[in-house]
């Protein structure tokens, strides 16, 4: 088996392999460089229609990049992919609660499915890294505070709640710089929804996130929160489908789909 160094440095068509073969079912952090990351969510048709809106009316919390056609396991648009077998490890939820994890989709997958893909903050992570700037998280092996806000969602059919935000702690100066960079990433989450009081968005105790561990604040820093992709999987838990698959967390989606490129997303074909 691959070290996560030797993955690291795979180009797409070994690491996918790695992927299908099962002998991988790790995070992808670092991997793929210059490719589009993405969250997975996957549903039966009853409901696709109303996800769908769902994340059309909420864009940034809820970046579509990529819809396969009802049955289709292979999300042709963004590249050579299998959604069967080309994430490392799937989570599978049943009326809301989560009943296995498995390394692929092969016994689970339906005609009924559709399987959509969001961008990830791996990607504007990836560019903020590039430009100097430190990420508290990532320097100390922790995974990023993420919290529930006030700020609200658009529904669509069940699916609502309001938006959860990832933070991370920058200088006043690199807060600026961030929110820059990370808006030339529309397609993973842009740039921040809000910087500064937490309390404006309704987060009341910053030492107390909803997911992920606590940031080490140090002088001069203040907090920048960015819409996250817990939002759509919140939404997804809260309104219970009888059958939901997304990736494990961190373990995502690895596209062929460059960083920057402009994506255009379709309503899913039966």
Same mark, same amino acid.
């Given at each position: $088996? ?28 670092? $991997? ?10 996957? @549903? ?27 049955? /289709? ?8 992919? /299998? ?36 961008? +990830? ?12 700037? %430190? ?8 995974? =990023? ?6 700020? *609200? @969602? ?10 959860? +935000?990832? $933070?991370?702690?920058?200088? %006043?100066?690199?807060?600026?710089? #961030? ?6 990433? *529309?397609?993973? &989450?842009? #740039?921040? @929804? ?14 107390? *996130?909803?997911?992920? /561990? ?9 907090? =920048? ?15 219970? %489908?009888?059958?939901?698959?997304? &990736?494990? %967390? ?21």
């Amino acid at each position: $088996m691959a070290t996560y160094e030797e993955l690291q440095r795979m180009p797409m068509s070994d690491l996918r392999a790695e992927f299908r073969s099962g002998r991988y079912i790790g995070h992808t952090a670092a $991997m793929g460089a210059g490719l589009l990351q993405a969250n997975l969510a996957i @549903l039966p048709e009853a409901d696709a229609i109303d996800f769908f809106r769902f994340c059309q009316r909420n864009p940034k919390p809820c970046p579509l990049v990529g819809v396969s056609d009802t049955g /289709d396991p292979l999300m042709r648009t963004l590249g050579d992919i /299998d959604i069967r077998t080309d994430v490392p490890s799937y989570n599978v939820y049943r009326d809301g609660e989560l009943t296995e994890q498995v390394p692929d989709l092969k016994d689970l997958w339906r005609d009924d499915l559709v399987a959509f893909a969001l961008g +990830c903050s791996f990607t504007f992570e990836r560019a903020l890294a590039e430009a100097g700037l %430190p990420l508290r998280h990532v320097e100390q092996n922790k995974i =990023v505070s993420m919290y529930k806000t006030s700020i *609200p @969602l658009v529904p669509a059919g069940k699916f609502g709640g309001g938006t959860v +935000c990832s $933070m991370r702690p920058f200088s %006043p100066e690199n807060a600026e710089r #961030a929110a820059r960079i990370s808006r030339q990433f *529309p397609q993973a &989450h842009g #740039a921040p @929804l809000h910087i500064g009081d937490p309390a404006k968005i309704g987060v009341s105790d910053i030492d107390k *996130p909803d997911w992920g /561990d606590v940031t080490e604040f140090r002088s001069n820093e203040i907090p =920048v929160f960015w819409a996250c992709g817990v939002t759509p999987q919140n939404a997804l838990l809260r309104a219970r %489908p009888t059958l939901c698959i997304t &990736h494990t %967390p961190g373990s995502m989606l690895i596209t062929d789909v460059p960083e920057d490129a402009e994506v255009t997303v379709l309503a899913p074909a039966a």
